[in-house]
């Protein structure tokens, strides 16, 4: 899964808008859309923020399988 769809169904999952999450995370509500439509890709200090703001562990959170 790209990462794109991933931060979105992520995101969805948690039970939050983008504005929601945008206020959870301190950033535009249009830095959440240009991620999930992937104008853009978010910092490392910004995924583990949204990591944890949705609760789910980065890979998870990425799209990324198990290396093991």
């Known amino acids: 899964m790209e990462y794109k ?3 979105r169904r992520s995101r969805a999952v948690a039970g939050m808008t983008q504005a929601e999450a945008a206020a959870k995370l301190g950033v535009a509500q249009s830095t959440i859309s240009c991620w999930e439509r992937g104008k853009s890709v ?3 200090s910004d995924a583990i923020s949204m990591s944890h703001v949705y609760g789910l562990p980065l890979d998870k959170l990425l799209g990324l399988e198990p290396l093991i």
């Open 42 to 44: 978010p910092s490392v």
């Open 5 to 7: 769809q991933a931060l």
